[in-house]
């Protein structure tokens, strides 16, 4: 994928209505919604991620952030959050996502790759034709409890901009992303879209002081 100067953004761990419109107010392009995980930040109920959803206005993409790996539970949670994106955060078997894009039409899937390593290059590449975009974290899904995200940790980029020369199709950078780092990732990785949550939050909560400084630093508000 081309390189990109003025990346999208997406604003995770939204936890209300209300965190969602302020997200919007500063400039997000895109929201995550967390469901039940092994581990880590921002998990609601299903039941208010589908309430959450039904007020993004388009062109505002609604990720459904998901741990699950059976592709019947995948759709039938699917259906009942009513998001537009599915972030699929661990690893699927074979051929799951040819049978989700069957089985959701018109609903986006975005893989996550946990970069670990150089083998993560090779891993994107393996599932990058079956998804719409990609999205490159800091997870560590080999453990006995799994960490699928909420790190907060940076990982190394320079793998990170080998996946988004490589593949065709958009990556999102997450892990550690900050008004503090923001213009070095865009400099050295140049991806489609930012992904952060707790860098923009005060005490779990969004900051709008936090939002408008790191908006400013991708170029969205004059600094």
Request: proline fraction near 8%.
């Amino acid at each position: 994928m081309e390189a990109v100067s003025r990346p999208r953004v997406k604003i995770c761990c939204i936890s209300s209505k209300e965190e969602a419109q302020l997200a919007i107010r500063y400039g997000a392009d895109a929201l995550g919604l967390v469901s039940q995980m092994p581990s880590g930040p921002g998990v609601i109920a299903e039941e208010l991620i589908a309430e959450i959803a039904e007020t993004i206005p388009p062109p505002i993409a609604s990720f459904l952030l998901t741990s699950l790996q059976d592709v019947e539970a995948i759709i039938e949670q699917q259906h009942r959050c009513r998001t537009n994106t599915l972030q699929l955060v661990d690893r699927l078997p074979p051929g799951s996502h040819q049978r989700l894009r069957a089985a959701l039409p018109g609903i986006a899937l975005v893989q996550v790759i946990h970069v670990r390593g150089p083998g993560s290059v090779e891993e994107a590449l393996e599932v990058a034709p079956f998804v719409d975009a990609l999205l490159l974290d800091s997870g560590q899904p080999d453990l006995p409890v799994k960490i699928l995200g909420g790190t907060g940790q940076v990982h190394d980029w320079k793998i990170s901009r080998r996946i988004r020369e490589t593949v065709p199709i958009p990556v999102f950078l997450a892990g550690g992303i900050s008004a503090e780092n923001a213009r070095a990732a865009i400099e050295e990785v140049a991806p489609f879209g930012l992904d952060l949550c707790s860098s923009v939050r005060t005490e779990g909560r969004l900051d709008p002081r936090k939002l408008e400084r790191f908006f400013a630093q991708v170029g969205r508000l004059p600094l």
